[in-house]
């Protein structure tokens, strides 16, 4: 398994835009092991979900609600990824968590990175 941190949470207005990163640390053989990375969200009272995720293969999937506004990318440094998210709104707001996946299906969370979206 890896640590992961994210960074890039703040309070932002409707509207606006935000970038969050995720870094991944560790062993070689556990970052080059990783084949899925994604981000999930959880709102207060309500169950975390699945923001958006992106393969090794580069191959992405997002949730509806984010959909033409969010976007995640790889950085060419194995086990980074970012998420870009534009256009948000006051139900974006929630915890932003970071999620891996390796070759044995081990899963690692990141602490969490904090989006509010308010005026």
């Known amino acids: 398994q890896v640590q992961l941190v994210e960074s890039g949470g703040d309070l932002v207005q409707p509207g606006g835009s935000l970038r969050l990163s995720c870094v991944a640390s560790?062993?070689?053989?556990?970052?080059?092991?990783?084949?899925?990375m994604g981000w999930y969200r959880q709102a207060p009272g309500k169950q975390r979900e699945l923001v958006a995720g992106?393969?090794?293969?580069?191959?992405?999937n997002y949730a509806d609600s984010v959909k033409g506004r969010f976007a995640i990318s790889r950085a060419n440094a194995k086990g980074t990824v970012y998420l870009q998210m534009n256009s948000l709104q006051p139900e974006d707001t929630a915890v932003y968590y970071c999620?891996?996946?390796?070759?044995?299906?081990?899963?690692?969370w990141g602490q969490g990175t904090q989006v509010t979206v308010s005026s």
């Open positions: 999620n891996a996946v390796d070759t044995g299906t081990r899963t690692s």
């Open positions: 560790g062993s070689i053989f556990s970052i080059y092991a990783i084949t899925w």
């Open positions: 992106i393969s090794s293969k580069n191959t992405t």
